[in-house]
């Protein structure tokens, strides 16, 4: 569980840094984005439930499906142009939401086991 909570800080972070550098057409969604995974962490660090489990899950898969449906996207990460950008991309837009999807699912797995066992 504290797994959980570290990638979604991890998440938010990475997020805060790319905040700037995206397009500003898309600032408030990105900052709507931004404040989800904060109150992910927060709900996550007072108590976890399935319910924000499953947040968690849904809501890093949207952001993988978008990443690779914006083609504005898919072309910086190929060609690593802006190398901040791609970087940051890279490393929020899959590998953070990659890791927040199966700490997930493994928190999910541990609660069910706990709820049996007692």
Do not use: W
Request: contains cysteine; hydrophobic residues 55%; glycine residues 4%.
């Amino acid at each position: 569980m504290r797994y959980l909570l570290v990638i979604l800080i991890a998440i938010a972070v990475v997020g805060a840094l790319a905040l700037p550098l995206g397009d500003p057409r898309f600032f408030y969604v990105g900052l709507a984005l931004e404040s989800s995974y904060i109150t992910l962490a927060v709900l996550t660090f007072k108590y976890v439930r399935i319910h924000t489990i499953i947040a968690c899950i849904i809501l890093a898969s949207l952001v993988i499906i978008a990443n690779t449906l914006s083609i504005q996207h898919v072309n910086i990460m190929m060609s690593l142009s802006p190398l901040y950008n791609a970087i940051i991309l890279i490393l929020g837009g899959y590998v953070l939401q990659s890791l927040l999807i199966i700490s997930s699912i493994h928190t999910y797995n541990s609660i069910k086991v706990k709820k049996y066992n007692m």
